[in-house]
């Protein structure tokens, strides 16, 4: 196979890694940033309690307890840190886009106060925009993976353009000016940004 060809099917295949994943970040993103445009968010508070589950082997300090919490709970969501509160109880909170729910375990292990908040569709479209990381159960890796593929698939797609790009042009100056156009510009903002602190 020509190598031309197989660099233009690997620019390819990230493309299309890439259109789906870009096109969703930008519609939410447009939520993030227009939120008047849609509407007031709603949301939904209910207040619970539950009795403290006496299986927990973990203290609240350790960091299995919030996995713990969850499990014994049937909650779903990626927990928080825990917080230790001055009146001695800790509380933590679990996540996932249009759904909080926040517990508080009291020092003496009295029955759990729980708070869920079921949000509207436009904080869910600002959930799944911001959501990141490992550690929330299977679709939060799945998801995970997800923003890990496009992140290799953009620096794919840029590398094997600008090789299509110096193979198959042969007056390269606007190609070269564009290029580090680029590079001072992100390397210009780092420095400001770093310099500025």
């Known amino acids: 196979m020509n190598l031309n060809v197989l660099i233009r099917r690997i620019h390819l295949g990230s493309a299309f890694v890439l259109l789906g994943f870009v096109l969703m970040y930008f519609i939410t993103g447009l939520v993030v940033t227009h939120g008047a445009w849609f509407g007031e968010a709603t949301e939904q508070v209910v207040r619970r309690t539950e009795p403290f ?3 927990l082997s973990a203290s609240p300090d350790a960091a299995e307890f919030a996995i713990q919490l969850r499990e014994r709970l049937g909650l779903r969501g990626k927990p928080s840190r825990m917080e230790h509160r001055k009146d001695g ?4 909170s679990f996540a996932h886009p249009g759904h909080v729910t926040e ?3 009291p020092a003496d292990r009295s029955p759990l106060s729980l708070v869920e908040k079921h949000q509207g569709w436009q904080r869910i479209l600002v959930g799944l925009h911001r959501l990141h990381g490992y550690g929330g159960g299977g679709l939060y890796t799945l998801w995970a993976l997800l923003v890990d593929v496009t992140a290799v698939s953009m620096i794919v797609f840029a590398v094997t353009g600008v090789v ?8 390269r100056r606007l190609g070269w000016g564009i290029l580090s156009a680029g590079f001072v510009l992100t390397a210009s903002t780092l420095a400001y940004l770093m310099l500025r602190r």
């Open 103 to 105: 517990v508080t375990i």
């Open 53 to 55: 589950p006496r299986e």
């Open 89 to 92: 109880s800790w509380r933590v």
């Open 164 to 171: 299509l790009w110096h193979r198959m042009t042969r007056d």
